[in-house]
């Protein structure tokens, strides 16, 4: 069954051969990757930065995602909120994220308008303006995100202590939103800062897919992107993590009715792809635990002991940082938070004693074909894919490596990695400890009043 | 196989323009609607059931009946338990998705297009559709995690605002209503068998299907899906919604940040004032950073994060909804900016510079709209659920450019009126 899902899948991506991903590396060390993509008139932009949270220094927490919010508040060229203006007024949508290992501004346009993107883009790369007042605003902004997305939000709040215990010296410890305390004294002057430490064309990457060709498009980066003159890098601390020797534990109170509880445990991270094996066997055993509604945590823990309302695992193998793996989960109701973290365990210590079989492996490795092909549906996908693998150093080309490479795990691969990386002494536990809401508080409300 | 290939050297040849895509509809033998889309431009097929069986036709005193039919419909089905169903799903990379909304019931599969997997997809969702076994110790499992999921969200100020919100839009009405632990509790097998008799019958039914197939192909699986369905009667009309009195509903909560939400029942599928009410909401919340209230309420004052305003149009009168949230201390302020920035819209519309601007994004971004299959997909079972014309997607950018700023000040006057608006702050100081 694999090999024909193979075949029907090299088809369907080869039918790109011609449009397989085009590069050129502009003068000033701006990186273009194209994949022309003629299903619609439309294109997606992309600009990628190798600057992230994990850059920051402690003190400055959320500099880099409240940069990116600045990013839309003017230029030397463009009064604040003119940029998204004139995105909307080319028929398209824009906008930008922010993660630990990399920043990204996009848009979506008619084809066509591809030139004034590289325009406005290449503007900002060069030529933002940070200004106070505008700042001020928009540092309160960020504020109200950190309080929806994690003062708020108990299972957001479990995450960032589980990552703030599990990492001690490594950057991955400080959430990408920020500590509170930190946008409470952040300036203008410190967003400044990082746009010129780390906003530069060497440190960039542009990345375009969809109804273009990739001869104009290389033209078009010259020249708005070419005059841009390089930046000299600071160098980066590795700043890694001393070997985790005894459990963590934490707890989060917080209002809440369930429970809910994290594990994260220390993992190889890949580096080398064509050498290296246990990363692959990883993301395989994640698959097998949690990859599809058939895999194991749903089957086992939630329909089979029903001791689960849901329950997830997730590792992800390429990270410019350090690696975890991650399982989680909600107890039943009647069910301790103790009675799931012994079960999800358990689900692990049966791989590692007893393995998977090959037909589980091949339902996940039938997964990740499929997968290729209905990302072929999506040109976003399709720019989100190459982005996030060239964020970590690895090339855009070994995109079928590292599928080829997972395909290949073995189950006595799989079940090797299980036996090795699931013990104690690399595991941090964070357990959300539900606090009831004051008494009567979500059934009360004023009278209603008429006006 | 030769198709596939033959999809490829078309997609690697030509410019397949999905702009003005050929939109098919027709009436199967099974008396189920049917849209459809030949697209060759990728290796797959998707195909979207809607029933009008959504949250609305549910009994008052057993909400969440039509989300557990829906859900419970590939939990084992045709001598095939829900294991062996995943197990068959994954082992040919296909995805059954879709849910209940309060209009719908939607049961949508993404497949290979390739003979075997296609054919095998297919096959499971026809089990599912047609031979639900409503296995009664799933049932259980499933309400027992539908009562934690509702006991969870009743401590989230947002899903809070929520249900306060529709609950005083619509009082004595289906669309006011959300599953509670007791109508949840009260629910039966024979419920769900009963439900799903009375709901999911072929002229209830419609079929969306866009891919890498023939109208032939597709005329055939349509028929196949629904000749099996339940005896089900005609679709009834869901009760008519009334206006409600102006109000505000303040509930108390322990969040650092208050949630604010502002609308009334507003606008049916269908109604001829769509295009100036999309245009004009453009202008005043739903044009993201372009819009008023983001200008106003997060720009100037830095008050939210997110700051918005929609339409949802449904069979009865849907919501128009402005929402925020900002720190509790700031409710009244933030609370007070929306209502001017929607009196001054209301008062006067938008200026002749929004409205161009709103005509090029909205006019000139539309292939945005349907440049994957996915999107399409989402548009066909619109267009056939609602019973929009064909003419639906090609129209669009052409009803745009003609929308003028008194349209748009008629439209919102019709369907915005402040004698009903509704308040709902939850965690405000």
Redo the contacts between chains.
């Keep these: 069954?694999t090999r024909?899902?193979l075949f029907?899948a090299a088809?369907?991506l080869?039918?790109?051969?011609?449009?397989n991903p085009h590069e050129k590396t502009l003068a000033n060390g701006l990186r273009i990757i194209v994949q022309e993509d003629?299903?619609?008139?439309?294109a997606v932009h992309m600009a990628w930065y190798r600057a992230g949270s994990m850059d920051e220094v402690d003190g400055t927490s959320g500099v880099a995602h409240v940069l990116e919010h600045m990013m839309?508040k003017g230029t030397k060229n463009l009064k604040?909120?003119e940029f998204?203006?004139r995105v909307?007024?080319?028929?398209?949508?824009?906008n930008a994220f922010t993660s630990r290992d990399y920043t990204a501004y996009f848009q979506?346009?008619?084809a066509p308008r591809l030139g004034e993107m590289m325009a406005l883009e290449a503007d900002r790369m060069a030529n933002l303006v940070l200004d106070e007042k505008e700042f001020?605003?928009?540092?309160?902004?960020?504020?109200?995100?950190r309080?929806?997305r994690t003062?708020?939000n108990p299972q957001g709040l479990v995450y960032e202590k589980l990552l703030a215990a599990a990492f001690q010296a490594h950057p991955y410890r400080r959430p990408i939103i920020g500590w509170m305390n930190d946008l409470e004294n952040m300036t203008a002057a410190d967003a400044r800062d990082w746009y010129r430490r780390w906003y530069a064309p060497n440190n960039a990457y542009v990345i375009v897919v969809g109804?273009v060709n990739k001869d104009e498009v290389f033209r078009l980066a010259e020249r708005h992107y070419g005059r841009i003159p390089r930046g000299a890098l600071p160098g980066r601390k590795p700043q890694l993590e001393p070997t985790q020797v005894g459990i963590k534990r934490i707890e989060v109170k917080a209002?809440?009715?369930?429970p809910y509880l994290a594990l994260a445990w220390k993992m190889p991270v890949l580096r080398d792809i064509n050498k290296e094996r246990e990363p692959y066997a990883l993301e395989m055993l994640a698959a097998v635990l949690d990859g599809?509604?058939?895999a194991r945590f749903?089957?086992n823990l939630?329909?089979g002991s029903?001791i689960a309302?849901?329950a997830g695992a997730g590792y992800d193998a390429t990270v410019r940082g350090e690696a975890l793996f991650f399982v989680s989960g909600?107890p039943?109701?009647g069910r301790s938070v103790a009675d799931l973290e012994a079960a999800l365990r358990a689900e692990i210590a049966r791989v590692a004693s007893e393995g998977v079989s090959v037909q589980e492996l091949?339902?996940v490795k039938?997964?990740t074909?499929?997968?290729q092909?209905?990302k072929?549906?999506?040109?976003m996908a399709q720019a989100m894919e190459i982005g996030r693998i060239e964020a970590t150093g690895i090339h855009w080309r070994d995109i079928n490596t590292l599928l080829e490479k997972i395909r290949s795990v073995s189950a006595e691969e799989v079940q090797a990695v299980a036996k090795k990386y699931f013990g104690d002494a690399t595991l941090t536990v964070a357990v959300l400890d539900?606090q009831p809401?004051?008494e009567g508080?979500?059934q009360?409300?004023?009278p209603?009043?008429?006006? | 196989m030769k198709r596939v290939l033959l999809a490829c050297l078309l997609g690697a040849a030509a410019s397949l323009v999905q702009a003005g895509a050929k939109i098919e509809q027709w009436l199967a033998p099974s008396g189920a609607r049917v849209v459809f889309v030949e697209s060759r431009v990728v290796p797959i097929v998707d195909v979207q059931i809607d029933f009008a069986a959504g949250a609305a036709y549910a009994p008052a005193d057993k909400a969440g009946l039509a989300g557990l039919t829906r859900s419970l419909l590939d939990m084992g089905a045709g001598g095939l338990d829900e294991e062996k169903i995943a197990d068959r799903l994954a082992d040919i990379g296909a995805r059954l998705g879709g849910g209940a909304d309060n209009d719908r019931a939607s049961l949508s599969l993404r497949t290979l297009s390739s003979p075997r997997e296609r054919e095998a997809a297919l096959d499971l969702m026809r089990l599912v559709l047609q031979q639900p076994a409503f296995p009664a110790t799933v049932l259980e499992r499933e309400k027992a995690r539908t009562i934690a999921g509702i006991q969870e969200a009743d401590t989230r100020p947002a899903s809070i605002a929520t249900k306060r919100f529709m609950a005083a839009l619509y009082p004595d009405h289906p669309y006011g209503r959300f599953a509670t632990v007791e109508s949840v509790g009260r629910i039966s097998r024979d419920d769900l068998e009963a439900f799903y008799r009375s709901h999911y019958g072929a002229r209830r039914a419609v079929v969306s299907i866009i891919g890498d197939l023939s109208r032939a192909e597709a005329e055939a699986i349509a028929q196949r899906l629904t000749q099996g369905l339940p005896d089900a009667p005609p679709e009834v009309s869901l009760p008519d919604t009334a206006m409600p009195a102006r109000s505000t509903v303040r509930v108390d909560h322990p969040a650092s940040q208050a949630h604010i939400y502002l609308g009334l029942p507003a606008v049916r599928r269908g109604d001829p004032d769509h295009i100036p009410l999309l245009v004009g909401n453009y202008i005043l919340g739903g044009g993201g950073f372009v819009s008023r209230l983001m200008k106003e309420v997060r720009e100037k004052r830095g008050y939210a994060y997110s700051v918005y305003s929609y339409f949802q149009p449904q069979k009865q009168p849907g919501p128009f909804q402005i929402g925020l949230q900002t720190k509790r201390e700031q409710a009244g302020d933030a609370l007070k900016v929306v209502e001017d920035v929607l009196a001054e819209f209301l008062a006067r519309g938008p200026t002749g510079e929004e409205l161009e601007a709103a005509r090029r994004n909205l006019a000139d971004g539309f292939p945005l709209r349907i440049d994957s299959n996915r999107k399409l997909l989402e548009y066909l079972a619109i267009i056939g659920f609602y019973g929009l014309p064909l003419t639906y997607l090609d129209d669009f950018p052409r009803k745009v450019e003609a929308v003028t700023v008194a349209d748009i000040r008629a439209a919102f006057a019709r369907h915005v009126k402040p004698a009903h608006f509704v308040t709902v702050i939850v965690a405000g100081d």
Excluded: N
Excluded at chain 1, 448 to 451: D, E, I, K, V
């Design positions: 069954m024909k899902l029907i088809l369907a080869s039918a790109s051969a011609l449009a003629r299903r619609a008139p439309t839309f604040p909120g998204s203006k909307a007024a080319a028929g398209g949508r824009d979506q346009v008619p001020e605003q928009e540092i309160k902004v960020v504020m109200e995100e309080r929806l003062e708020d109804d209002p809440a009715k369930l599809h509604d058939a749903a089957r939630v329909r029903k309302v849901s909600t039943a109701e091949e339902r039938i997964q074909i499929a997968a092909v209905y072929r549906d999506s040109m539900p809401l004051p508080a979500p009360k409300s004023a209603t009043t008429r006006h």
